[in-house]
């Protein structure tokens, strides 16, 4: 390995540790210069190894300390330039996944639309997130709230995904709809 890619990943353990403090002694996070976490009634967790590079925004924004938030991210995670991950409930991100630049995965509305007396209500709130072990999601995609992506899939880039993806499938378009099944990914 380099001496410059040792240097970018010791520092980003030391980032993560005296920065964030999302270090612990058996999980070591690394993030690049310029990620932002922030929490308010909330809570991060990023697993041993992942890599969350420049321009990452993690947000874990409760209600309250009772509607507290949770951001969790896996081991071997990589997560690029540009991405922004909102939780006002729960996002659980898997292992070895590959998240590329620009993509929003969001557990909320994040405002409440106001109808007038006589139209039903909207649904508002959080709806947790939940992307299982080795999934790739492409450049641009869009995760929204209350959806499940199964293990070893694939989100094509610029995909919007509405609905659950079951494991082994590849997605695509807006919204996004199954392409094919696929045994995985490398």
């Known amino acids: 390995m380099p001496f410059w890619r040792m240097r970018e990943i010791g520092l980003g353990i030391a980032r993560a540790a005296l920065f964030h403090g999302l270090a612990r002694s058996n999980r070591l996070p690394i993030l690049h210069s310029g990620v932002k976490v922030r929490i308010s009634n909330g809570k991060v ?9 420049e321009r990452v925004v993690l947000s874990a924004m409760g ?27 729960e996002i659980i991100i898997g292992r070895q996944c590959a998240i590329s630049w620009n993509c929003t995965i969001i557990d909320s509305d994040m405002h409440e639309i106001i109808y007038p007396k006589g139209f039903p209500a909207a649904r508002s709130g959080g709806e947790p997130i939940r992307i299982g072990d080795h999934v790739w999601i492409g450049a641009s995609a869009i995760i929204l709230k209350g959806v499940t992506i199964g293990e070893n899939s694939v989100i094509a880039a610029s995909a919007v995904v509405t609905k659950d993806v079951p494991p082994h499938t590849l997605v695509a378009g807006i919204p996004a709809k199954p392409i094919r099944e696929i045994a995985g990914w490398e």
């Open 45 to 53: 967790e990023v697993g041993h190894l992942s890599e969350i590079h």
């Open 63 to 89: 209600r309250s300390k009772s509607e507290s938030a949770r951001i969790s991210i896996g081991d071997h995670t990589s997560i690029w330039y540009g991405t922004v991950i909102s939780a006002h409930r």
